[in-house]
């Protein structure tokens, strides 16, 4: 659902994939007007997939609703006059082109804040806008390799790294491009002017491991691959049962004795190896040998009973099917279903911040490419005659949607 706390605010978001996209799409679930600016051909992440739904690329629906969309080739010099006049007008800048790209194109930050003090320039790369790496490509598994965050990734005694197969540097930076945008907004309504912002996915991902990276600074130790388990606690991890498995947290000393005691292991408790965490954690292996054998007697159901009588944590390693079934998920209210003009029924997670007040508004689709480029030209004070002449030149691209089907306005030529 539409929150609508940054209500009057105007975005123009450039970017392309996930991380810039996801950013525009938690400004518009605040209510801002975030248009996104595409090439006449589409971005990138358009194509990206499988799955698709009639064609439509199930990446880019997830991370583009509460937008509308302008389609326009910045190749040209009156596709780049446009969004200069837009700029002019606008709050924020999102852009996850190549550094230089688009000061090259002359709507770099300096370019567009002479007309806009208060613009806020919001830079996305894979490493920054400065130093030695800032020209390298990079996408999601790449910098999730390069940070560190794949070698520590894996089963335990494993040589092989793995990689989280949700985009998590893409979706971290994402996050933290809000964030920072937030930030500035603030400072402008300080009176403190625009900022330009270079997040990059490389420090996003290095944050996202603010714990591992302490860690290692404190020990000199590189982490373990330790599958389930918590490197930090014990036992804080998987344990197959007879008909499935089940997390279990039982590390503070109340719930390691509450947990020896249902199982009836108490002699466990005064075992010098396991006395407190940091030696439970040091025996970790010879650990679950003891512990594994005995969850696998009973079935999930009778553990997580078991278990929660004496408050220990612990839950069913539920796959998504499990997940979106349960009672839970229902409550949650973190599911909705968009209808596209193409993919039709979108079902997709909200905003998870809850709109208690009555604040919320539904949701937007994603844009078609160019579903709003007539309106959205208009609205930034564009004259007819222009956009008229600009489609028919095929500068802009505007997607028409009606009862269901589209058409695209472009050149006759």
């Known amino acids: 659902m539409l929150s609508t706390c940054l209500q009057g605010i105007r975005v123009l978001d450039f970017s392309h994939v996930v991380a810039g996209p996801l950013c525009g799409m938690l400004l518009g679930d605040m209510g801002a007007d975030v248009v996104k600016i595409e090439s006449p051909e589409g971005e990138i992440g358009r194509r990206i997939g499988p799955p698709f739904l009639n064609g439509e690329s199930v990446v880019s629906l997830s991370v583009n609703r509460n937008k509308r969309g302008l389609a326009i080739d910045l190749k040209t010099a009156e596709g780049r006059d446009a969004v200069r006049t837009m700029a002019a007008k606008a709050h924020v800048v999102i852009e996850s082109f190549r550094p230089r790209v688009m000061r090259k194109l002359g709507l770099g930050a300096d370019s ?69 945008i937030l ?9 403190g002017g625009g900022q330009d912002l270079d997040i990059s996915l490389y420090n996003s991902t290095l944050m996202l491991q603010q714990i591992g990276l302490a860690s290692y600074f404190a020990s000199g130790r590189e982490p373990s691959r330790t599958g389930s388990a918590a490197p930090y606690a014990a ?16 590390y503070h000393p109340e719930r390691w004795a509450a947990l020896c005691k249902v199982i ?23 650990l679950y040998a003891l512990l594994a054998p005995v969850f696998r ?47 039709g029924a979108v079902r997709i997670p909200a905003f998870a911040i809850d709109a208690s007040r009555g604040s919320a508004a539904s949701s937007s689709a994603p844009p078609l490419v160019g579903q709003h480029s007539r309106q ?28 269901g089907q589209h058409r695209t306005e472009v050149s006759a030529a």
Not at 235 to 250: C, K, Q, R
Not at 315 to 331: C, F, K
Not at 383 to 400: L, M
């Open 112 to 180: 567009l804040r002479a007309s806009n003090r208060d613009l806020i320039y919001c830079s996305i790369s894979a490493y920054g806008q400065t130093g030695p790496w800032h020209m390298r490509p990079g996408v999601d598994g790449v910098i999730q390799a390069v940070s560190g965050l794949m070698s520590t990734i894996g089963e335990a005694g494993s040589q092989t790294p793995c990689k989280m197969p949700i985009p998590v540097a893409d979706m971290a930076t994402g996050y933290l491009a809000t964030i920072a």
């Open 183 to 191: 930030g500035a907004l603030q400072q402008v309504r300080t009176g």
């Open 235 to 250: 036992p804080n991890e998987a344990f197959l049962t007879s008909d499935g498995w089940i997390m279990v947290a039982a």
């Open 264 to 286: 009836d292991f108490v002699e466990l408790a005064n075992d010098p190896l396991f006395a407190d965490n940091e030696r439970r954690v040091a025996n970790r292996a010879e």
């Open 297 to 343: 007697r009973q079935p999930s159901a009778v553990w997580m009973q078991r278990l929660t009588d004496v408050d220990i944590l612990c839950a069913p390693i539920a796959t998504y099917d499990e997940v979106t079934r349960s009672e839970q998920y229902r409550h949650s209210g973190i599911e909705e279903s968009l209808l596209h003009p193409i993919a």
């Open 376 to 403: 959205v030209l208009l609205d930034y004070g564009i004259a007819r005659d222009d956009i008229d002449a600009w489609i028919k030149a095929g500068v802009v691209t505007a997607a028409h949607c009606e009862a």
